[in-house]
């Protein structure tokens, strides 16, 4: 097939389940890192904190300073029947929430769920989706959500981590996300200190990550996927910090394919430094921004999949997961990383 298949089938590989990662490595910047150079299609294993034999000074490590919320709620309903909710995002204000319920069969408009710390809400609406709009009593609810709430982890990852932090990076501070930016989990404040001082710089975007980032494809077609959106935004510093690392020769390396998105989302549309973004990118792309990307190893079939194949070759990326395999390198969100450069 060629490096520009549409064919879903294309992005697909078979992982053994003892592979996929359920706790993070200690300390965070010693997980294994596969270095891969798309120019040369050549292949490095590495220690995640040897980065810095590969990054120059002047290169802009753009980073995505969302965190995760205690977005996994359990209370129940006025009949006593216990139900779980996951919150997704903002509906519009503070109070008002886009949600998945469970059971969902279950929960109708106009039911009030009742959670601990005197916390109720009201399902004001059923949409289309599945999904569900709530609207909570309380104006300051959010605040009641890390005594009330867990942070959701992914659903493959079946083991609960004792410190919901490790899901969290270091620079987290930006609420809104239901799941971590995960390529930045490998990042200690001590290697971010190191790098700075070797010359690296630094700078911070938002995308707060949605539970779509997890949605298995199923067009047969990949151009037929409908891409889910996420919010972000963007300074005009930041804006400042890659013009000027354009204009001298250094590059831009995205911490995440949620910086990817969001980079490549401001390049079509740099008026637009806030909102939502749909950008869906799959091979061929015309990357505009992006010199190089750090990131993990991603499902199979996966948006995420296609957009390091637009990047470095479905042919190389695939065979890099192979012998990523073969090496027993740990996937997914707790995983091992990736260098593409």
């Known amino acids: 097939m060629s490096e520009q298949s549409f064919d879903l089938?294309?992005?697909n590989y078979e992982?053994?389940?003892e592979l996929i990662a359920q706790e993070p490595v200690e300390p965070r910047d010693?997980?294994?890192l596969m270095v891969l150079n798309r120019r040369v299609k050549s292949i490095e294993h590495k220690v995640f904190r040897d980065i810095k034999n590969y990054l120059r000074p002047g290169d802009l490590l753009v980073l995505n300073n969302t965190r995760v919320i205690p977005a996994r709620l359990y209370g129940k309903k006025e009949t006593g029947a216990k139900v779980e909710v996951l919150l997704l995002e903002k509906n519009g204000n503070d109070k008002t929430w886009k949600a998945l319920v469970k059971p969902g069969g279950?929960?109708?408009?106009g039911n009030k769920l009742i959670f601990e710390d005197n916390l109720v809400c009201s399902v004001v609406e059923h949409l289309e989706d599945g999904s569900r709009i709530l609207?909570?009593?309380d104006p300051n609810f959010f605040s009641k959500l890390p005594r009330i709430g867990e942070v959701p982890l992914p659903p493959y990852i079946k083991k609960q981590i004792d410190d919901p932090e490790k899901y969290q990076t270091t620079y987290a501070k930006n609420n809104g996300a239901v799941a971590a930016p995960t390529a930045g989990l490998h990042f200690t404040q001590e290697l971010i200190k190191e790098l700075t001082d070797y010359g690296v710089n630094f700078t911070e975007v938002t995308l707060h990550v949605g539970l779509g980032t997890f949605r298995p494809v199923k067009e047969p077609d990949i151009r037929n996927h409908q891409i889910h959106e996420e919010y972000y935004t963007v300074s005009k510093s930041v804006l400042r910090d890659?013009?000027?690392?354009k204009a001298n020769g250094k590059?831009?390396?995205a911490t995440g394919t949620t910086v990817v998105r969001t980079l490549e989302t401001i390049a079509r549309n740099p008026d637009k430094l806030a909102g939502r973004t749909d950008l869906y990118i799959y091979p061929p792309f015309e990357f505009k921004i992006i010199d190089a990307i750090i990131t993990n190893f991603h499902l199979p079939r996966s948006s995420l999949l296609f957009l390091v194949s637009a990047f470095a070759g479905r042919d190389f990326i695939m065979n890099s997961y192979e012998i990523a395999k073969e090496k027993k390198y740990?996937?997914?969100s707790f995983g091992d990383a990736m260098f593409i450069m």
């Open 330 to 332: 740990r996937f997914f």
């Open 15 to 17: 992982l053994p389940e």
């Open 9 to 11: 089938e294309q992005y």
């Open 251 to 253: 590059r831009v390396i």
């Open 106 to 109: 279950k929960i109708k408009k």
């Open 242 to 245: 890659i013009v000027r690392a």
């Open 135 to 137: 609207e909570f009593d």
């Open 30 to 32: 010693s997980c294994k």
